[in-house]
């Protein structure tokens, strides 16, 4: 299958409503010069836009940010490049990263599957991170899930051999969902053992959201798989 057919499928986001705030438009007009990434600029040169080298992390779909903000904060030797199409969530993680201190983020604001095929060269990335992605709840609408076979095969291209993929959910289906597809994916293995998953990396920062819904016995899972070709 051709590319521009594949893209056609694979879709990783829906663009939520929602109007930025003063403050989150304020922080977009005052940062994204410094921070903002463009996908017509073609092929990212990840030394040059940070300054530095460093090992590269890709987060896909960081919602508003505040867990990219605390992973970045917590390694500022790692170059964080972070993608979200939704505008309100950008302008919000533009807003902490000035008011933090953080400067160690480059954000995309335009769909990871362009990015992905336009942006970022083969074999690039040191870790590679969705959490949270839309769940997709509904049984009929399961195929609109982002976590699928061509994207994990493409995906895997963008990762160093040895690099990571990190996924977490908090929907049980869709995890074992996430399970399947990557444990027959070629070209990956688990990190744990076969069909197992990960406890939470203390990388990975918890969620308030995450926290409340432990305390309501609500459960989590994590994905650790590593490019093995």
């Known amino acids: 299958m051709k590319d521009s057919e594949q893209d056609r499928r694979i879709r990783s986001y829906v663009l939520r409503k929602g ?19 463009e996908h017509a600029d073609g092929t990212l040169d990840f030394d040059r836009v940070f300054g530095r ?13 505040q867990s990219l903000v605390a992973m970045a904060s917590a390694a500022p030797e790692t170059n964080f490049v972070g993608i979200e199409v939704h505008r309100p969530g950008v302008g919000r ?18 769909d990871a599957v362009e990015v992905l095929r336009d942006c ?31 994207f994990v095969d493409r995906l895997r291209c963008k990762l160093k051999p040895g690099g990571i993929l990190h996924l977490a959910t ?28 990960a406890p939470r990396p203390e990388s990975r920062p918890l969620t308030k959201f995450e926290a409340r819904g432990e305390r309501l016995g609500h459960g989590v899972w994590d994905l650790l798989f590593t490019r093995t070709d």
């Open 93 to 110: 993680l533009l807003h902490s990263m000035a008011d933090e201190g953080v400067g160690n983020i480059r954000i995309y604001c335009h």
């Open 170 to 197: 908090d929907w049980e289906n869709y995890a074992e969902q996430m399970m399947e597809v990557l444990s027959e994916a070629d070209g990956y293995a688990n990190t744990i053992a076969s069909g197992e998953f």
């Open 53 to 65: 080298p460093g090992p590269r992390v890709l987060e896909i779909g960081f919602g508003m940010g």
């Open 19 to 37: 109007r930025m705030t003063p403050g989150q438009q304020r922080a977009f007009n005052e940062n994204w010069a410094q921070w903002g990434l």
């Open 120 to 150: 970022i060269a083969d074999d690039s990335l040191d870790t590679v991170q969705v959490f949270f992605p839309d769940p997709w709840h509904k049984k009929r609408h399961h195929k609109r899930r982002l976590i699928q076979p061509e």
